[in-house]
C-alpha cells in the first residue's frame, strides 16, 4: 500500500491513478493531520509526500511531518516530492531520513522507477543468491569482497543509482559492470564515462551530443553519452572532478532523465540506470562546498565500498597466478612458475596502486623472465624497493616535483593531459602543484 500526501487534489489525483495502473494500492492524504492520523492506524510499504502545504513554501511542515511520519513508521521509505527551485528543502528531507526526493514536474516513467526501486529494496523478502550471479572476471574469495559482490547481487535488479567508493586501481569499474551485467539491462548499452578527462569547455557536447553546425566545427549531428547508453546503463567514473558549473547540468538530467543537444531546442527523453565512482571524499567536499549536496544525495542512494588490495592479502596468489596465465598467453609465451619468495614478497607489498599496480608487475616479469619467475625480477622494478626489514615502501624512481614538471611540459600545460600521462586525476594533479608550488 502507498500514501500519497499533497494538498493538491489535482496531484492526488494523477498519482493516484499511474500508481494504481501500476498495480499498486493508493491512499491519499490532503494535510498533516489526516496523514499522521493514517500512518497511526496501518502499516504503508511507500510514502509520497509534498513538502509545501497551504500558502507556505518553506517546506518547514513539511519536515516536520517527515520527522513525524518516521517515528510511526521508521521503516518505511519516504520520497519527496518538491519544486526544482526547491531542492535544498529535499535534501534537508534526506537528512532528515527521507529515501529519496522527485522534482515537479515529474516524468512518470522516472517516478514509477523510483517506486519500484524504493519497493524492492524495502521488501522483508530480499533476493536470495540464486547461484546465476555472474562475477564479470571479478578474481578472489577474500571475506570482504564476497560480501561486496553479495550486496551487487541483491541490489542489480533494482533500478537504485550506485556510488561505488574506492582507491584508484581497485577495480571499481569491474564492479559497475556487474551491476549492469547482473541487471534486467544487461543486453543493453553499458557506457562508461571517465568525467576527470572531459575538459568543462566539451561537457555538454560529450555528454548531451550537438546537432551539425551547433558550433564551429560540428560538421555532422553527433550523439552524447547518455543518448548512447539509452536503455542501459551509464558509467559515471571520476565523478568527485566534475567542475561545479557541470554539476548543476548532470544534476537536471539524472532528476529528470531529460536533456538538450547542443544546437537543439527539444528536450530528448532517455532510460538509463546510473552508477557512479569516485576515490574522492565527497562527505568532505560537499563540506568544503567544491561538490553540490544535492547531486550527492542524488547520486549516493546505495553506496559500496571497493577493499583496497592491502585490505584483501589472501586474495593476491589468485591475483598473480590469473595474471600471469593472461600475459604468458596474450604474449604467446609458456605459463611460467612462480617462486614462494616471490610470492612472499609480492604479498608483502603496500600496492598504493592496489591491483592495477599488481597487474603491471606481474605483466612485465612475464615478459622479462624465463621460465620461473623470483624475487629479484620484481623487487628491481622501478616504483618498488624492500628495506631489508621486511617492510616494503613504493617510492618513485625520479621526485615527484619532476615527474609532475616533465608531464606539465609534454602536454604544454594541459592539465587533463597531464594528470592522464601521470596516472592521476586533475584534482590530485592541482594539490600536488600546490604542495610543489608549480603553476
Given at each position: 500500500?502507498?500514501?500519497?500526501?499533497?494538498?493538491?487534489?489535482?496531484?492526488?489525483?494523477?498519482?493516484?491513478?499511474?500508481?494504481?495502473?501500476a498495480?499498486?494500492?493508493?491512499?491519499?492524504?490532503?494535510?498533516?493531520?489526516?496523514?499522521?492520523?493514517?500512518v497511526?492506524?496501518?502499516?504503508?510499504?511507500?510514502?509520497?509526500?509534498?513538502m509545501?502545504?497551504?500558502?507556505?513554501?518553506?517546506?518547514?511542515?513539511?519536515?516536520?511531518?517527515?520527522?513525524?511520519?518516521?517515528?510511526?513508521?521508521?521503516?518505511t521509505?519516504?520520497?519527496?516530492?518538491?519544486?526544482?527551485?526547491?531542492i535544498?528543502?529535499?535534501v534537508?528531507?534526506?537528512?532528515?531520513?527521507?529515501?529519496?526526493?522527485?522534482?515537479?514536474?515529474?516524468?512518470?516513467?522516472?517516478?514509477?522507477?523510483?517506486?519500484?526501486?524504493?519497493?524492492?529494496?524495502?521488501?522483508?523478502?530480499e533476493?536470495?543468491?540464486?547461484?546465476?550471479?555472474?562475477?564479470c572476471?571479478i578474481?578472489?574469495?577474500?571475506?570482504g569482497?564476497?560480501?561486496?559482490?553479495?550486496?551487487?547481487?541483491?541490489?542489480?535488479?533494482?533500478?537504485?543509482?550506485?556510488?561505488?567508493?574506492g582507491?584508484n586501481?581497485?577495480?571499481?569499474?569491474?564492479?559497475?559492470?556487474?551491476i549492469?551485467?547482473?541487471?534486467?539491462?544487461?543486453?543493453n548499452?553499458?557506457?562508461?564515462?571517465n568525467?576527470?578527462?572531459?575538459s568543462?569547455?566539451?561537457?555538454?557536447?560529450?555528454?548531451?551530443?550537438?546537432?551539425?553546425?551547433a558550433?564551429?566545427?560540428?560538421?555532422?549531428?553527433?550523439?552524447?553519452?547518455?543518448?548512447?547508453?539509452?536503455?542501459?546503463?551509464?558509467?559515471?567514473?571520476?565523478?568527485?572532478d566534475?567542475d561545479?558549473?557541470?554539476?548543476?547540468?548532470?544534476?537536471?538530467?539524472?532528476?529528470?532523465?531529460?536533456?538538450?543537444?547542443l544546437?537543439?531546442s527539444r528536450?530528448?527523453?532517455?532510460?538509463?540506470?546510473?552508477?557512479?565512482?569516485?576515490?574522492?571524499?565527497?562527505?568532505?567536499?560537499?563540506?568544503?562546498?567544491?561538490?553540490r549536496?544535492d547531486?550527492?544525495?542524488?547520486?549516493?542512494?546505495?553506496?559500496?565500498?571497493?577493499?583496497?588490495?592491502?585490505?584483501?592479502?589472501?586474495?593476491i596468489?589468485?591475483?598473480?597466478r590469473?595474471?600471469?596465465?593472461?600475459?604468458a598467453?596474450?604474449?604467446?609465451?609458456?605459463?611460467?612458475?612462480?617462486?614462494?619468495?616471490?610470492?612472499?614478497?609480492?604479498i608483502?607489498?603496500?600496492?598504493?596502486?592496489?591491483i592495477?599496480?599488481?597487474?603491471?608487475?606481474?605483466?612485465?616479469?612475464?615478459?622479462?623472465?624465463?621460465?620461473?619467475?623470483?624475487?629479484d625480477?620484481?623487487?628491481?622494478?622501478?616504483g618498488?624497493?624492500?628495506?631489508?626489514?621486511?617492510?616494503?615502501?613504493?617510492?618513485?624512481?625520479?621526485?615527484?616535483?619532476?615527474?609532475?614538471?616533465?608531464?606539465?611540459?609534454?602536454?604544454?600545460?594541459?592539465?587533463t593531459?597531464?594528470?592522464?600521462?601521470?596516472g592521476i586525476?586533475?584534482?590530485?594533479?592541482?594539490?600536488?602543484?600546490?604542495?610543489?608550488?608549480?603553476?
Open positions: 500500500m502507498i500514501l500519497v500526501i499533497d494538498d493538491d487534489e489535482a496531484i492526488r489525483m494523477s498519482l493516484g491513478l499511474m500508481l494504481r495502473r498495480g499498486y494500492d493508493v491512499e491519499s492524504a490532503e494535510n498533516p493531520e489526516e496523514a499522521l492520523a493514517l497511526r492506524e496501518r502499516q504503508y510499504d511507500l510514502i509520497l509526500m509534498d509545501n502545504y497551504g500558502r507556505r513554501t518553506t517546506g518547514e511542515e513539511g519536515i516536520a511531518l517527515l520527522l513525524k511520519v518516521k517515528i510511526f513508521q521508521p521503516e521509505p519516504v520520497i519527496l516530492i518538491t519544486a526544482w527551485g526547491s535544498e528543502l529535499a534537508e528531507g534526506m537528512k532528515a531520513g527521507a529515501y529519496d526526493f522527485i522534482t515537479k514536474p515529474w516524468v512518470n516513467r522516472v517516478l514509477l522507477q523510483r517506486v519500484e526501486t524504493a519497493m524492492n529494496l524495502n521488501s522483508k523478502n533476493k536470495e543468491a540464486t547461484g546465476s550471479f555472474d562475477r572476471g578474481i578472489g574469495k577474500n571475506k569482497l564476497e560480501e561486496l559482490l553479495s550486496t551487487v547481487e541483491r541490489i542489480a535488479s533494482t533500478e537504485a543509482p550506485v556510488l561505488i567508493l582507491e586501481g581497485t577495480g571499481k569499474e569491474l564492479i559497475a559492470n556487474a549492469h551485467k547482473n541487471s534486467r539491462r544487461s543486453k548499452p553499458f557506457v562508461m564515462v568525467l576527470g578527462g572531459i568543462q569547455t566539451l561537457f555538454e557536447s560529450e555528454m548531451f551530443g550537438h546537432a551539425k553546425g558550433f564551429t566545427g560540428a560538421v555532422a549531428a553527433r550523439k552524447g553519452r547518455f543518448e548512447m547508453a539509452d536503455g542501459g546503463t551509464i558509467f559515471l567514473d571520476e565523478i568527485g566534475l561545479m558549473s557541470c554539476q548543476v547540468k548532470m544534476l537536471r538530467v539524472l532528476q529528470q532523465h531529460t536533456f538538450e543537444p544546437g537543439e528536450a530528448k527523453k532517455v532510460d538509463i540506470r546510473v552508477v557512479c565512482a569516485t576515490n574522492a571524499d565527497l562527505q568532505t567536499m560537499v563540506a568544503e562546498r567544491t561538490f549536496e547531486l550527492f544525495y542524488r547520486i549516493n542512494l546505495i553506496t559500496l565500498r571497493v577493499p583496497a588490495l592491502r585490505d584483501r592479502r589472501d586474495d596468489p589468485l591475483l598473480v590469473h595474471f600471469i596465465r593472461n600475459s598467453a596474450a604474449n604467446g609465451l609458456g605459463i611460467p612458475e612462480i617462486s614462494a619468495e616471490a610470492m612472499e614478497y609480492l608483502r607489498l603496500p600496492y598504493s596502486g592496489n592495477r599496480q599488481l597487474k603491471n608487475m606481474v605483466e612485465r616479469a612475464v615478459l622479462i623472465s624465463g621460465d620461473k619467475l623470483e624475487k625480477v620484481f623487487s628491481s622494478q622501478p618498488v624497493e624492500d628495506t631489508g626489514t621486511g617492510i616494503v615502501a613504493g617510492r618513485l624512481v625520479e621526485t615527484e616535483k619532476s615527474v609532475i614538471e616533465k608531464a606539465l611540459e609534454q602536454s604544454e600545460g594541459n592539465m593531459q597531464a594528470a592522464r600521462i601521470l586525476t586533475r584534482q590530485t594533479l592541482y594539490r600536488r602543484m600546490e604542495k610543489y608550488g608549480l603553476k
